[in-house]
């Protein structure tokens, strides 16, 4: 049985266990997925598909990346995919000042490793928390480095 124009309602749609049902009966030889492999089978299968309308295909593109999957967008459509659904990027400055520059290193390797660790842990776009653990890991590295001043 031909199930195209279903698939693609359900790709549009983004209809996790009607897509499950009709994959069960398309390919039942093939891996049949829980719900959250569904979800990124789905998204996968939208940015391939000519069938699908461009704005989803764009929002699927944009899902797949920020989730660390590739994308089956062409290539000549990314750009204005991206136009769309821009990539937010994170960044974060880090400034330490010191004649001594043995100083100067060691503190800022403690504070990008905080900010590494913030990273690992997913709280990299968390400013107030960022903040405060490079501050904290600057008054460890100081107090490493001099001992107990002004306590």
Known sequence: ???????????????????????????????????????AAIHLARTKSELVRFNLRAWSHAWLIDHGYPSLLPDELKPRAQRIYPVIASGVGIAVTSKYPEVKSAVTVAM????????????????????????????????????????
Request: glycine letters at 8%.
């Open 1 to 39: 049985m031909y199930h195209s124009r279903e698939l693609v309602v359900c790709l549009e749609a983004m209809d996790v266990a009607g897509m499950r049902r009709l994959w069960g009966q398309v390919a039942p030889q093939f891996v049949q997925h829980d719900d959250a492999g569904m979800v």
């Open 112 to 151: 990008t490793n905080a900010v590494l660790e913030a990273e690992a842990d997913g709280r990299l776009t968390d400013a107030p928390f960022v903040r405060g653990r490079m501050q904290a890991a600057r008054a460890y590295a100081v107090k490493k480095l001099f001992g107990r001043l002004g306590d």
